[in-house]
């Protein structure tokens, strides 16, 4: 099989090969998914780049975590009825080494969950971080009908949907953004206010637009850089989920100030959610597939071939959608 793997950390261009592999064979409870597509997360780049230094000492990465394909083989304790079945497939590269920046993955079946039809390939390898960690975000902490909720970088892969999530749930949301595309994006995804995450003074003016009713829970993708801004609009005993600080990696915490106002801080990542969450956020996926609520941002869709430069894209922090890599 064709697959992109590196094995030493460095740039995208330097360290990312295209090479014919074996193709793997599935053990007891596996699947084989022949690749139609795979996505590129800051993950992902991350972890070409050095951020565990341990994940090449069993040798040889295939990178990534997400995609979506079709079930060819399966291994024992798998039922017959699972082949050639369209599936997405998630947390591919997490604990090992082999990911889904191949012709085939040989992953545990409750790892590869149905795709429902209505969605494409392209879709479906834009489920397992991003729209699995904003389901995660928007329902952890209970119900959000009726509340006001605040989702930071509404535009970006995570954000867009936690918009949708949220506003699908019942709840009011409103988001940041930075340029009027990404504005008009949020708006499209259900947020009835949208203010520059750029400008001073943000918070005010959601505070302005909600008449002063503070925020019940936000959606944070800057905690550190944001949270000056979202201490001032948040409600005594309010929420905050986040799945990312990278301005501010190790922020300081005003702690005194959080502990008076009762904050719950919920950080987020898909790989160690409870199973009983990526449960229930696959089902309400397939759900939301099927019948046609769920909108996406596809920012990009480069063949496998160009790896390095899907890398690239994630890294320059400009893509507001999802990087997709097609499989031929």
């Not at 060819?72 to 798998?78: F, K, L, Q």
């Not at 008449?211 to 979202?230: H, M, S, T, Y």
């Not at 609520?293 to 507001?320: C, D, F, N, Q, Y």
Request: aromatic share 6%.
């Amino acid at each position: 099989m064709k697959a992109v793997s590196f094995n030493q950390f460095g740039a995208a261009s330097d360290v990312l090969a295209v090479s014919l592999l074996a193709a793997p064979k599935p053990q007891p409870g596996e699947v084989l998914v022949r690749m139609a597509s795979s996505a590129v997360n800051p993950s992902d780049v991350k972890k070409r780049a050095g951020a565990f230094p341990d994940l090449l000492d069993h040798g040889p990465v295939i990178p990534h975590s997400d995609g979506a394909g079709v079930i060819e083989a399966v291994g024992e304790g798998v039922s017959e009825e699972r082949l050639s079945e369209r599936v997405f497939v998630y947390q591919a590269q997490h604990g090992r080494s082999m990911g889904t920046a191949a012709d085939y993955v040989a992953i545990d079946s409750s790892r590869a969950p149905s795709l429902p039809a209505e969605a494409s390939f392209a879709v479906g390898a834009c489920i397992g971080i991003p729209i699995m960690t904003a389901h995660r975000c928007v329902t952890v902490d209970g119900p959000v009908g009726g509340l006001w909720v605040l989702v930071t970088g509404g535009a970006g892969r995570v954000g867009h949907y936690a918009i949708q999530w949220a506003k699908q749930f019942g709840a009011r949301v409103l988001a940041t953004a930075s340029n009027a595309d990404d504005t008009k994006a949020c708006y499209e995804a259900g947020a009835e206010c949208v203010v520059n995450h750029r400008e001073a003074g943000w918070a005010q003016r959601l505070l302005d637009y909600t008449n002063g009713q503070k925020i019940d829970r936000v959606i944070e993708v800057e905690f550190g850089a944001n949270l000056p801004e979202v201490l001032s609009c948040i409600r005594v005993g309010g929420t905050i989920a986040t799945y990312s600080s990278t301005v501010d990696p190790e922020p300081k915490l005003p702690f005194r100030t959080m502990m008076f106002m009762d904050l719950t801080i919920r950080l987020v990542i898909v790989y160690d959610m409870p199973e009983t969450a990526k449960m229930t956020a696959i089902a309400d996926t397939q759900d939301f597939l099927s019948e046609g609520k769920l909108l996406h941002r596809i920012a990009h869709a480069l063949p496998l071939s160009e790896t390095a430069r899907a890398h690239e894209l994630v890294e320059s922090g400009a893509v507001r959608g999802c990087v997709i890599l097609e499989h031929s």
